[in-house]
């Protein structure tokens, strides 16, 4: 019998980027830097004319991302990924426009070296990452990820960065250490939205969110440094961010600054702004519908224009209720969505 | 001041009023089907027909009062094309939801449409436009009469809910639901006298 291994760092046909999708990437930024906000349609003026609140922009520089070395997704993952392109183009990043193409239009200039990722409060480990220390740390690998954005429509992403746990373990949380409170940079200079509260959606800066530090050990959350071999852009969550896949999209904060291990349940952004539509927990779950939309079902964004039908059926915990489910098995989670 | 528009022009005009307003949609439906419409073409063919038939609603509202205030009678040969255009926008609204957002789940459809306050306000919008579409008909129009511009004046109604609908359909950012809130009390404030008017009649009982 012929057992085959291969090695973790040998690529997989499904993760190579389509050249195609690869140059029209380039393309569709390049348009949007032109066209803001009614982007992407030939003819920006007469877009003018139905939607008189587009953010033109003059076109800038791309962000400049670096290759990245690490361990390849081991499992065959069997869901089409979805392309790059769209993986930047199509963000929910308020701090850079509300509007799903304004990230990747506003962002291109944004500095992330030096940075700096603050682990603090119940540790007996207390420590400060830079720039180069998010990527050289911990080993890094690849992970292909279903999100699920709260707003019915989700993508495959392949994620690259470490296991959260191995921070927490490197940071030694105290007996008093309950929750991870984590927080997004508050850079009004850099980031648009947090300047204009038009542009930034009305909501309270900075952007705050948390785990109870179960669910942050539990090897599936990651602490995401690239994408698709590179490092990550700054409408993706540059230079680092969460992702948690059985949660929401917005759990997975981006461009963390700080990590806060708390006694106390932290306040989380979207659940601020209206604690009846989103929870702190958020797991994806199709039985309980937000208020104003079915969870049941989402679309499926990957290849495919108008026409794609890519509705599919929603999974509770976004198919990941094996590793994740017993988290929640004495929990209520019409009560705690 | 009096602008006048000659006759002749007037077949002119309204073939560049087509164009602006079919221009845009062909735009649109093209780059989505040929997946140039950013990383998700439904979420925008949704928001553009749904915004743009906000705006041209409100544009059919700000027409009379412009012809009154600037005595620009020519522009009210032009009310009846920008509402019907409302209304094209409107029915791609709604039909990109079924056809692109639920993908034909006539089941989902339904559900959404009665289970989702800003959907119902939207819909009923909508079908209250229907009527109105209908009735532009010039040969009903003869026949209604006087009940035509009664009928008519529930634009003012269909206006108020689709900028509800709108208010309703966000998550947080809620300043540009706001300012058309402001437009649509503006151009309400034009007709004050009218509204005014019907206020009394209806306290007066």
Not at chain 1, 135 to 140: E, H
Not at chain 1, 144 to 149: A, G, Q
Not at chain 1, 227 to 236: A, I, R, S
Request: charged residues 20%; proline residues 5%.
């Amino acid at each position: 019998m012929i057992i085959k291994t291969t090695s973790v760092s040998e690529c997989k046909e499904h993760t190579v980027t389509d050249e195609n999708v690869y140059h029209q990437r380039r393309e569709l930024i390049k348009k949007m830097g032109f066209l803001g906000a009614a982007s992407l349609l030939s003819s920006p003026a007469s877009a003018g004319i139905l939607d008189i609140f587009g953010e033109e922009k003059t076109p800038e520089a791309l962000f400049a991302q670096n290759n990245l070395s690490y361990a390849a997704e081991k499992g065959g993952f069997a869901e089409e990924l979805t392309p790059e392109a769209k993986i930047t183009s199509h963000n929910n990043f308020y701090e850079f426009g509300v509007e799903k193409q304004q990230p990747a239009a506003l962002s291109q200039s944004f500095k992330v070296d030096p940075w700096q990722l603050k682990i603090s409060g119940e540790v007996e480990n207390p420590l400060t990452l830079g720039y180069d220390d998010l990527y050289s740390s911990f080993d890094l690998e690849e992970r292909i990820y279903r999100l699920r954005c709260v707003e019915a429509w989700s993508m495959v992403v392949p994620w690259i960065g470490f296991s959260l746990a191995e921070l927490v373990k490197k940071a030694k949380p105290t007996s008093r250490a309950k929750y991870l409170a984590f927080e997004t940079l508050y850079d009004p200079v850099q980031m648009p939205g947090q300047r204009s509260r038009r542009l930034g959606g009305g909501i309270d800066y900075p952007y705050v969110e948390g785990l109870r530090i179960d669910e942050a050990m539990n090897p599936l959350a990651l602490m995401s440094v690239g994408l698709y071999g590179k490092t990550l852009p700054p409408q993706n969550g540059a230079p680092i961010r969460l992702v948690v896949p059985w949660k929401y999209g917005f759990k997975s904060i981006k461009s963390v600054v700080g990590i806060k291990f708390v006694e106390k349940k932290p306040p989380t952004t979207w659940n601020l702004l209206a604690a009846n539509e989103y929870g702190f927990y958020a797991n994806v779950n199709p039985a309980v519908d937000h208020p104003r939309w079915s969870q049941a079902s989402e679309r499926r964004i990957t290849t495919g224009g108008l026409f794609a039908q890519n509705r599919i059926d929603t999974l509770p915990f976004n198919g990941y209720g094996e590793e994740v489910a017993g988290l929640y098995s004495d929990m209520n989670l019409r009560k705690y969505y | 001041m009096v602008i006048t528009v000659s006759q002749q022009r007037i077949p002119y005009l309204k073939a560049l009023v087509h164009l602006a307003a079919l221009y845009p949609l062909i735009n649109l439906y093209y780059a989505a089907i040929n997946d140039r419409l950013g990383g998700d073409p439904v979420e925008a063919v949704i928001h553009f027909t749904g915004i743009g038939a906000l705006n041209l609603l409100l544009i059919s509202l700000l027409i009379s009062p412009l012809a009154k205030r600037f005595k620009l009678s020519f522009l009210m040969r032009f009310r009846r094309m920008i509402g019907l255009y409302a209304f094209t926008y409107g029915l791609c609204h709604m039909l990109n939801f079924l056809f692109f957002e639920v993908q034909f789940d006539v089941k989902l459809f339904i559900k959404e449409v009665f289970e989702r306050p800003y959907i119902t306000v939207g819909m009923s919008a909508f079908v209250l436009l229907i009527a109105l579409a209908v009735t532009s008909i010039t040969k009903l129009r003869r026949k209604m009469k006087g009940k035509w511009q009664t009928l008519h004046n529930i634009t003012y109604l269909i206006a108020l809910l689709v900028v509800i609908h709108f208010y309703w359909s966000v998550k947080s950012e809620i300043i540009e639901p706001l300012i058309y809130f402001a437009m649509y009390a503006a151009l309400m404030g034009f007709r004050y006298k009218k509204l005014r008017g019907w206020q009394d009649k209806l306290f007066s009982r």
